[in-house]
């Protein structure tokens, strides 16, 4: 995308087979194509050409409609295609940043009206996760809180020793979090899975040591 370019792609780090078809055809000393069939034998002709200069390394970077074969590797119509680009945010880069850069990508291609494409990469999936992160804790945290309540409301029959034992089992949790803060356990969704854990087992002791009171 023209707008992000310097920023969240590296310069020169795209492989694109257009681009490498129109060198192709300009080398070779090919016209551009005036049909869409013109277009097809020229794009099979780079795409089957085995040489230094061709194109059959861009293969699987091309889908079309129908399969095609060693000689004509597109049948049909072109349906989609891909093409490859480096960010300029590394992995060594903070949550955030690659998070911002995801997401400039995205609203990047997103302003092309017209354009049917997305923008992915493998390493998206840990970006999505850590985006959703924070909410999705929060949330969970927060009903596992309201259920401790009201099963403990059902439970022991008392308001107020209700609320002592939801109190005390959402202290476990910021006893857990300040450690986690001392011990540089990052925020993942394993220690988030086991922060929810943790209000299951502590509920337990918390609600008998508060009937024992009561």
């Known amino acids: ?9 590296q310069v020169n780090s795209t492989s694109a087979w257009f681009t490498a078809y129109t060198t192709y055809n300009t080398a070779k000393s090919k ?13 099979n002709a780079f795409l089957a050409d085995t040489a230094t200069d061709g194109g059959s390394e861009y293969v699987r970077d091309v889908s079309c409609t129908l399969e095609g074969n060693t000689t004509h590797p597109c049948r049909g119509s072109l349906q989609a295609t891909r093409f490859f680009a480096r960010h300029t945010i590394g992995i060594s880069a903070d949550t955030q940043q690659k998070i911002d850069a995801m997401d400039a990508i995205r609203a990047s291609l997103d302003s092309y009206a017209g354009l049917a494409s997305f923008a992915y990469s493998f390493e998206y999936l840990d970006i999505e996760q850590f985006k959703v ?5 929060a949330l969970s945290l927060s ?26 089992v959402g202290i476990v949790d910021m006893c857990l979090l300040a450690l986690m803060v001392a011990w540089d356990v990052p925020i993942n969704s394993v220690s988030v899975i086991n922060l929810v854990l943790a209000v299951g087992l502590a509920v337990d002791y918390s609600a008998h040591v508060a009937h024992a009171f009561m």
Request: aromatic share 6%; hydrophobic share 55%; charged share 10%.
């Open 1 to 9: 995308p023209r707008c992000l370019w310097p920023i969240r792609v």
């Open 31 to 43: 016209p551009a194509p005036t049909s869409q069939d013109e277009f097809l034998a020229q794009l």
């Open 133 to 137: 992160l924070g909410r999705e804790a």
């Open 143 to 168: 009903l596992a809180l309201v259920a401790v309540f009201i099963i403990s409301l059902l439970t022991l029959g008392h308001p107020t020793t209700a609320l002592l034992v939801t109190i005390c």
